[in-house]
């Protein structure tokens, strides 16, 4: 799952039955094709030491414009806000259910994100609004023309892949 910080907006997530490379850049180039936006070391990709973070594979994220962070032993700070994103899928989805397929608890987990989460889950620390409510607040407020949201993600030809 790739979060975005400031709105607490989901913006690339994948499912799979094991933690590995493929899984987490499906979600990342998700979140980049959603966002369409990479300004030149102004996006930063932080996630914990996980050996498909540090693959090679995702640390070529810097060929595409993306500052790679990564946490520091034992420290949980940094992960505060996708671990509270976490609770509140398990408390208001994941403990409240129960599915007969792996199909069907992924789709319940997309209805949730994109229906519920996203759209219209208020959160307290973005001023009792939800993740899009907030970010269309934030560009609605903004009166700067020069204002550039259509860069697009590094070369044309360089791939995660």
Do not use: C
Not at 3 to 17: E, I, N, P, T, Y
Not at 113 to 122: A, L, M, S, V
């Amino acid at each position: 799952m790739v979060l975005d910080v400031f709105s607490r907006k989901v913006m690339g997530w994948q499912m799979a039955d094991r933690m590995i490379t493929d899984l987490v850049l499906t979600a990342f180039e998700m979140s980049l094709w959603r966002r369409d936006v990479v300004r030149q070391h102004q996006l930063i990709h932080h996630s914990d030491k996980g050996s498909q973070y540090t693959s090679l594979r995702f640390t070529q994220l810097a060929d595409v414009g993306v500052a790679p962070s990564t946490g520091s032993v034992g420290d949980s700070y940094d992960n505060a806000v996708p671990e509270s994103f976490f609770g509140s899928l398990k408390t208001e989805l994941i403990y409240r259910h129960s599915w007969t397929s792996r199909h069907d608890a992924e789709l319940a987990i997309f209805a949730w994100i994109e229906g519920w989460y996203n759209p219209e889950r208020i959160i307290a620390g973005l001023g009792m609004r939800s993740p899009d409510e907030y970010e269309a607040a934030f560009y609605a407020d903004t009166t700067d023309d020069n204002l550039d949201t259509t860069v697009k993600v590094g070369n044309p030809k360089s791939s995660l892949q």
